[in-house]
């Protein structure tokens, strides 16, 4: 490995394909070597003195990075696809590199996958496709892998700066909802409207004005939301908070006949919660209603009885 200061040592491991791909291999060494990186190649040895395998593993161990340019023979021969006798210099080094890949984790080595031609990127040794390949093919091409081999990024990270302190905003509630009505939900589901009646006429004393009955399947719990009506409304309803209306017409895919809605005047229960608790701008109100359909014999004359009788 390079000392502090020192240059870069980098191994370059390939096959010698063509005499092309062989003098594009040479001139990316000598390119290197020219920029001040220290670049090996076999082509620079005749026959070293301990023989080519002991030769291989001492140049990709004291590396800094190893360039493995990929082509088709070169995979071949890792392969061990190629005839038996040819290329063993590429099958040496194919098993040394991934000895050291295995015993470095795939971390700690410097393995840089690199190609001439775009096409042969199906060709990296495909322990190296999991890292950055570089395509050289052109001075762009050169200089990425230069800026990768001496440390020179593109992008410098700054120098990390002082933590900004932000204003912290005043919390602001998203408000309050308050429920309010003439419906205690629990209470009437526990009743269950069933219908709504009229008196009118002959079955009135002297005096008396007509009114309109509600019907409940569980009288118990209907006394109880006649009781509580009383309490909050009074006798008389003085101020026509709670409002019972019949809505007539017909609605689509239902009987005919008309439906008889419960429920407050909202501006009065709005005043009243206001009064009772601290309601803001940012605050709502929801209102609870009831509805019963009615559906009465075409023939029957009790609601046209009771509209006459209390205009």
């Not at 803001?280 to 359909?293: Q, V, Y």
Request: hydrophobic share 35%; glycine share 10%; no cysteine.
């Amino acid at each position: 490995m390079a000392k502090p200061n020192a240059p870069e040592r980098v191994f370059i491991s390939y096959s010698h394909d063509t005499e092309i791909h062989k003098g594009r291999a040479l001139d990316f060494a000598n390119r290197l070597r020219e920029d001040g990186v220290d670049a090996n190649i076999d082509q620079y040895e005749e026959s070293p003195e301990h023989g080519w395998p002991l030769w291989m593993e001492r140049q990709i161990r004291d590396a800094d990075f190893v360039v493995v340019i990929g082509s088709e023979l070169y995979h071949d021969r890792l392969l061990g696809d190629e005839i038996d006798g040819v290329g063993l210099g590429a099958k040496w080094e194919g098993g040394i590199l991934r000895q050291h890949l295995y015993e470095s984790d795939m971390k700690t080595k410097g393995f840089i996958p690199a190609i001439f031609s775009e096409d042969d990127a199906r060709f990296i040794p495909t322990p190296l496709r999991a890292f950055t390949r570089y395509l050289i093919d052109g001075e762009e091409g050169y200089e990425k892998i230069y800026r990768r081999i001496t440390n020179q990024p593109k992008a410098q990270k700054p120098r990390l700066g002082t933590r900004r302190k932000l204003p912290t905003p005043d919390a602001k509630s998203g408000g309050t909802i308050y429920v309010g009505g003439a419906i205690d939900v629990d209470l009437w589901n526990s009743a269950k409207w069933r219908g709504t009646f009229f008196v009118t006429g002959e079955f009135l004393e002297n005096g008396q004005i007509p009114y309109l009955g509600i019907g409940f399947s569980n009288p118990d719990a209907g006394l109880k939301i006649f009781e509580g009506w009383s309490e909050r409304f009074g006798d008389n309803n003085s101020d026509e908070e709670l409002r019972i209306s019949i809505i007539e017409g017909p609605i689509q895919g239902q009987e005919a006949g008309y439906t008889v809605h419960i429920g407050t005047e909202l501006d009065e229960t709005f005043k009243k919660l206001s009064q009772k608790s601290k309601m803001d701008e940012n605050d709502l109100m929801m209102s609870i209603t009831r509805l019963n359909r009615m559906t009465p014999p075409a023939s029957s004359i009790n609601l046209e009885r009771f509209k006459t009788a209390v205009r």
